[in-house]
């Protein structure tokens, strides 16, 4: 429902500027005010981006900015009386900075994401971190490295009771699903679903090799 919003407020922005611009359209507008336009819209641009600048990998607006930031300069450049024009140029501003941070505040939360590739990078990430402590904890407790481990999943009989206690807290991996929305191509957002079903499968064989073989797997 978050996602449509930000759609709706791209879409209605150009939509109320070109309304006010036929209904205020000054005629008589001359080459200073289109360089007054140039200059509004691109400081509103400017402002907007460096606003939205941020360190994560999970995307950043730009057609969220960039059509307002557009509609600044048209307000501006077209429309005649000063009060209105003015009033104008001030709720395109609004809007730039409201629709960026809006993107910005779906995308660090659960449903939605601008770079699924991200999301899969980062989330292998998490998967391989988790694997790398249960193997050490593994490898340190190991008391017969040549001893043969059973093959099936860790946190169940036999292989569980093969390291017995030796045999750490266990995590779940994280599988998150990405899919693209009626809005995508207009905001960029995609709809995520984060799902912890993943489990930790032996391999089974010597201590060591069972150990270095674990990996995530969809469970049961």
Known sequence: ???????????????????????FQDREGGQQR?????????????VCLLTSLHMCGHGRPVI??????????????????PRVRR?????????????SRHYLHLV????YTGN???VRKFEATINRSHLDGIRRALQEAARDESAICPTGW???????????ADLPELPRGRSTV??????????????????GDLRIWCPGGPANEAIAGLEFRPGP
């Open 1 to 23: 429902m978050q996602g449509h919003l930000n759609a709706i407020g791209i879409l209605v922005v150009p939509l109320v500027t070109a309304v006010l611009c036929w209904r």
């Open 34 to 46: 289109t360089v007054r336009a140039v200059i509004w819209g691109s400081a509103c641009a400017v």
């Open 64 to 81: 969220q900015w960039l059509v307002p930031s557009v509609c600044v300069g048209a307000t501006v450049g077209v429309i005649g009386p």
């Open 87 to 99: 009033i104008a140029a001030v709720l395109m501003a609004l809007a730039a900075f409201g629709l």
């Open 108 to 111: 660090h939360t659960p449903a």
């Open 116 to 118: 699924p590739p991200w």
């Open 154 to 164: 860790l946190d169940q009989s036999p292989v569980s009771d093969f390291f017995g």
């Open 178 to 195: 990405t899919r693209p929305a009626w809005h995508t191509q207009l905001t960029g957002l995609y709809y995520t679903e984060t799902r």
